[in-house]
């Protein structure tokens, strides 16, 4: 049999069946084993978001009662953050592609690497341990703010393990891609050559090392108040609860990054090849990824403006918060310039990518807003909060997950999508995001509080367009995904370069062999060679 | 899977991947370190107070341990290289013996304090002031999680153990057992900031 033939999804070792998938070392089985994992979560996750919505629909009981809805809050935000957007791009596309990408057979550490699979695995468990064990569903936000997460009756303990060893294998991944990059690059493939998804890959990375423990120690004193009752978060005992709000977001905001700095490498691949020009300021995106990294872990402070921490600590962590914002702007102003007099193939990846510009800099101006220590107050723990973090997290890092999902799945499985009916999927998810979260905008700026299960007569009116756009949401993922579960099983033969892209993964089979390359690549030329113009 | 796979073998790179793995670890000591300073910063009188009712001389007895037991640790991984395995496989029971004896005394000053009444919650502890609550709450935290380190650390030096004996790690394949090591002074250097802390600064 020629390798050509051989790929890795066919290919025969000593073990069979489901075996062959839950044991393997392969960075290109791990990174299916997630895709299927993190996809199935997903689903939870959007169908507690639509039953929120649904509650919301009319003002007083819908369809629920008011603890379910608490619940529903916390476990649409505990299953998203931790189970979806968190592992979603490094843990699914960063284990097929990065080694690809630098021209290596695998990940450093393969065997740890399958590891962290398991530990999200038994983390996600323990999540869904937690929706119907003893004591009921957590109640607290996803936040699990003391005091009252020492004394709800709910589930919390079990819950905040479960994020406790998800961020383990957070942990685990990074330093196995941290280790990759700096060991595994193939002859030629010096950093400034690097593909520039790995490059975001790579300061991801390292906010996943450093950030994670912090959250994984906080968590941890949350059980031990729990269990033992030790007192250091809890103020009738001396404890300072607003300590456990800094270290909770010491890692909480750097984890921000950890969920977009990955999506924005995606666009980073996506634009130049669509655009069939090369990436403008190459230095400059890559440079930026790390500015986010680090300047990213300086402005926690910025959740807590009303928390009553001194003034001085907010004039600080307000002007920090805007500086951040520099380096996103430049990656979006390089996107932009890199599209400028290119030739533009408006294919279903490279929409989504406009997309995520758009809606990214909608939540990223957004954030800028709220960063402003008056404006703050206004608008704090409002619905424009939750709508600003669903258009970065949604808007930026769902769609970027979109867009390399149509973008490598030629790649990934060797067939082909229908690309209209990828593109109509598309129009209907932006017209239902939009309807659902900038709504919520309005709503936010007329006094709405968040995670509120009732609400006044004015809202009304915003909270049925906000349900309908979760409807016509819904509906543009069920076509979505219907249509690459279809192309799947029918869809027609992908070639090896669909997209006529330049990194090393369209220059190797679709779907690729079991040892990516059948000899060491050497790298002469950049990742997007594709001539001025 | 092809052999050449398996056969890849990158000490550098496994290296690298224990120091990014003790990073994570110091960083998750660093969260209660800060909790240290803010509290002690607001309770001077009543950490000192706390302080004065430690055990010195446990303490000082388990700080020598551990330091010992990184020396033994350092012979270990010397005579190994010297190509000397019995002395190797000796001085590796020793820092195994160490890190039990460190255990043993811990549990003996955790129980002293326990039967005095003073742990987490106890109606002893909870008559006292909030800087002293806080302090003996720090203490058993992080010397808990400390200790939990050391187990850890027995058992991970214990599986390296049972692998030379058979033959895993030879001279030129001592990652594992460097590894570990690194591991083991780690737990020490936690220590080496946590003796002064709870027992010296007084
Ligand atoms: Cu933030």
Not at chain 1, 20 to 34: E, F, M, N, P, Q
Not at chain 2, 59 to 84: C, E
């Given at each position: 049999?020629?390798?050509?033939?051989n790929?890795?999804?066919?290919?025969?070792?000593?073990?069979?069946?489901?075996?062959?998938?839950?044991?393997?070392?392969?960075?290109?089985?791990?990174?299916?084993?997630?895709?299927?994992?993190?996809?199935?979560?997903?689903?939870?996750?959007?169908?507690?978001?639509?039953?929120?919505?649904?509650?919301?629909?009319?003002?007083?009981?819908?369809?629920?009662?008011?603890?379910?809805?608490?619940?529903?809050?916390?476990?649409?935000?505990?299953?998203?953050?931790?189970?979806?957007?968190?592992?979603a791009?490094?843990?699914?596309?960063?284990?097929?592609?990065?080694?690809?990408?630098?021209?290596?057979?695998d990940?450093?550490?393969?065997?740890?690497?399958?590891?962290?699979?398991?530990f999200?695995?038994?983390?996600?468990?323990l999540?869904?341990?937690?929706?119907?064990?003893?004591?009921?569903?957590?109640?607290?936000?996803?936040?699990?703010?003391?005091?009252?997460?020492?004394?709800?009756?709910?589930?919390?303990?079990?819950?905040?393990?479960a994020?406790?060893?998800?961020?383990?294998?957070?942990?685990?991944?990074?330093?196995?891609?941290?280790?990759?990059i700096?060991r595994?690059?193939?002859?030629?493939?010096?950093?400034?050559?690097?593909?520039?998804?790995?490059?975001?890959?790579?300061?991801?990375?390292?906010?996943?090392?450093?950030?994670?423990?912090?959250?994984?120690?906080?968590?941890?004193?949350?059980?031990?108040?729990r269990?033992?009752?030790?007192g250091?978060?809890?103020p009738?005992?001396?404890?300072?609860p607003?300590?456990?709000?800094?270290l909770?977001?010491?890692?909480?905001?750097?984890?921000?990054?950890?969920?977009?700095?990955?999506?924005?490498?995606?666009?980073?691949?996506i634009?130049?090849?669509?655009?069939?020009?090369?990436?403008?300021g190459y230095?400059?995106?890559?440079?930026?990824?790390?500015?986010?990294?680090?300047?990213?872990?300086?402005?926690?402070?910025?959740?807590?403006?009303?928390?009553?921490?001194?003034?001085?600590?907010?004039?600080?962590?307000?002007?920090?918060?805007?500086?951040?914002?520099?380096?996103?702007?430049?990656?979006?102003?390089?996107?932009v310039?890199?599209?400028?007099?290119g030739?533009i193939?408006?294919?279903?990846?490279?929409?989504?990518?406009?997309a995520?510009?758009?809606l990214?800099?909608?939540?990223?101006?957004?954030?800028?807003?709220?960063?402003?220590?008056?404006?703050?107050?206004?608008?704090?723990?409002?619905?424009?909060?939750?709508?600003?973090?669903h258009?970065?997290?949604?808007g930026?890092?769902?769609?970027a997950?979109?867009?390399?999902?149509?973008?490598?799945?030629?790649?990934?499985?060797?067939?082909?999508?229908?690309?209209?009916?990828?593109?109509?999927a598309?129009?209907?998810?932006?017209?239902?995001?939009?309807?659902?979260?900038?709504?919520m905008?309005?709503?936010?700026?007329?006094?709405?509080?968040?995670?509120?299960y009732?609400?006044?007569?004015?809202?009304?009116?915003?909270?049925?367009?906000?349900t309908?756009?979760?409807?016509?949401?819904?509906?543009?993922?069920?076509?979505m995904?219907?249509?690459?579960?279809?192309?799947?099983?029918?869809?027609?033969?992908?070639?090896?370069?669909?997209?006529?892209?330049?990194?090393?993964?369209?220059?190797?089979?679709?779907?690729?062999?079991?040892?990516?390359?059948?000899?060491?690549?050497?790298?002469?030329?950049?990742?997007?060679?594709?001539?001025?113009? | 899977?092809?052999?050449?796979?398996?056969?890849?073998?990158?000490?550098?790179?496994?290296?690298i991947g224990?120091?990014?793995?003790?990073?994570?670890?110091?960083?998750?000591?660093?969260?209660?370190?800060?909790?240290?300073?803010?509290?002690?910063?607001?309770?001077?009188?009543?950490?000192?107070?706390?302080?004065?009712?430690?055990?010195?001389?446990?303490?000082?007895?388990?700080t020598?341990?551990?330091?010992?037991?990184?020396?033994?640790m350092?012979?270990s991984?010397?005579?190994?290289?010297?190509?000397?395995?019995?002395?190797?496989?000796?001085?590796?029971?020793?820092?195994?013996?160490?890190?039990?004896?460190?255990?043993?005394n811990?549990?003996?000053e955790?129980s002293?304090?326990?039967?005095?009444?003073?742990?987490?919650?106890?109606?002893?502890?909870?008559?006292?002031?909030?800087?002293?609550i806080?302090?003996?709450?720090l203490?058993y935290?992080?010397?808990?999680?400390?200790?939990?380190h050391?187990?850890?650390?027995?058992?991970?030096?214990?599986?390296?153990?049972?692998?030379?004996?058979?033959?895993?790690?030879?001279?030129?394949?001592?990652?594992?057992?460097?590894?570990?090591?690194?591991?083991?002074?780690l737990?020490d250097?936690?220590?080496?900031?946590?003796?002064?802390?709870?027992?010296?600064?007084?």
């Amino acid at each position: 049999m020629s390798p050509m033939q051989n790929s890795y999804l066919t290919q025969s070792g000593t073990r069979r069946g489901l075996l062959a998938w839950v044991l393997s070392t392969d960075h290109k089985r791990i990174g299916l084993l997630y895709l299927v994992s993190v996809l199935s979560f997903y689903t939870v996750g959007v169908l507690l978001g639509l039953l929120m919505r649904l509650e919301l629909l009319t003002p007083g009981k819908t369809i629920v009662q008011a603890s379910t809805y608490n619940a529903f809050f916390t476990l649409h935000g505990v299953i998203m953050i931790f189970l979806f957007v968190i592992p979603a791009i490094p843990a699914i596309f960063g284990n097929f592609f990065l080694p690809i990408l630098i021209g290596a057979k695998d990940v450093a550490f393969p065997r740890l690497n399958l590891l962290s699979w398991y530990f999200y695995i038994g983390g996600a468990i323990l999540v869904v341990t937690a929706l119907f064990a003893g004591g009921g569903p957590p109640d607290t936000g996803w936040t699990f703010y003391v005091p009252y997460s020492l004394r709800s009756g709910t589930n919390v303990s079990l819950a905040v393990f479960a994020a406790f060893i998800l961020g383990f294998s957070s942990i685990l991944t990074g330093l196995n891609f941290v280790t990759t990059i700096h060991r595994m690059r193939a002859p030629g493939m010096r950093w400034m050559k690097m593909p520039l998804f790995v490059w975001s890959l790579y300061a991801t990375a390292w906010v996943q090392i450093l950030a994670t423990p912090i959250v994984g120690i906080t968590l941890l004193l949350v059980i031990l108040e729990r269990l033992f009752g030790v007192g250091l978060f809890d103020p009738a005992k001396g404890g300072d609860p607003i300590l456990f709000e800094h270290l909770f977001w010491i890692y909480s905001h750097p984890a921000v990054y950890i969920m977009i700095l990955p999506a924005m490498g995606i666009i980073t691949e996506i634009i130049p090849v669509f655009a069939r020009r090369t990436i403008f300021g190459y230095k400059a995106i890559a440079y930026s990824s790390i500015a986010i990294a680090a300047l990213g872990s300086l402005v926690w402070g910025h959740h807590m403006f009303v928390s009553g921490q001194s003034y001085t600590a907010n004039v600080i962590f307000s002007l920090l918060t805007f500086l951040v914002a520099i380096p996103s702007a430049i990656k979006v102003f390089n996107w932009v310039a890199t599209l400028y007099k290119g030739a533009i193939d408006t294919a279903p990846p490279f929409l989504f990518a406009l997309a995520f510009i758009f809606l990214f800099s909608i939540g990223g101006l957004t954030g800028l807003i709220q960063g402003a220590l008056s404006v703050n107050v206004y608008v704090h723990d409002t619905y424009f909060v939750v709508g600003h973090f669903h258009y970065v997290m949604f808007g930026g890092t769902g769609f970027a997950f979109f867009g390399g999902l149509h973008y490598w799945f030629p790649k990934m499985f060797g067939r082909m999508y229908s690309k209209g009916r990828a593109t109509v999927a598309l129009l209907i998810l932006f017209v239902g995001f939009n309807m659902l979260y900038f709504s919520m905008f309005l709503l936010g700026l007329q006094g709405m509080p968040r995670r509120y299960y009732d609400y006044l007569p004015e809202f009304h009116t915003g909270h049925v367009v906000a349900t309908v756009g979760s409807w016509v949401l819904v509906a543009g993922l069920i076509l979505m995904f219907a249509n690459l579960l279809h192309a799947l099983r029918k869809g027609e033969k992908a070639e090896d370069n669909p997209w006529g892209g330049k990194t090393l993964e369209w220059r190797i089979a679709s779907p690729p062999p079991p040892e990516n390359f059948e000899e060491v690549p050497v790298i002469t030329s950049g990742a997007y060679d594709y001539g001025a113009r | 899977m092809s052999t050449a796979l398996l056969e890849h073998r990158d000490d550098a790179g496994a290296k690298i991947g224990m120091w990014l793995f003790l990073l994570t670890e110091l960083l998750l000591f660093g969260g209660l370190f800060v909790l240290y300073s803010v509290y002690r910063f607001r309770h001077p009188g009543e950490f000192h107070d706390g302080a004065m009712e430690l055990n010195l001389i446990l303490g000082s007895v388990n700080t020598l341990i551990l330091l010992t037991s990184s020396f033994t640790m350092v012979l270990s991984i010397a005579f190994l290289r010297l190509v000397k395995r019995g002395a190797s496989l000796l001085a590796l029971a020793m820092t195994i013996l160490l890190g039990l004896l460190f255990l043993v005394n811990k549990y003996f000053e955790w129980s002293a304090k326990i039967n005095h009444g003073i742990f987490p919650n106890s109606p002893e502890l909870l008559a006292r002031s909030h800087g002293e609550i806080l302090f003996f709450g720090l203490y058993y935290v992080m010397t808990g999680l400390h200790g939990l380190h050391v187990v850890i650390g027995v058992l991970l030096l214990s599986i390296v153990m049972v692998w030379m004996v058979r033959g895993k790690i030879t001279p030129d394949r001592d990652i594992f057992l460097e590894n570990a090591g690194l591991y083991w002074h780690l737990i020490d250097l936690i220590w080496i900031y946590l003796f002064p802390l709870f027992y010296l600064i007084t």
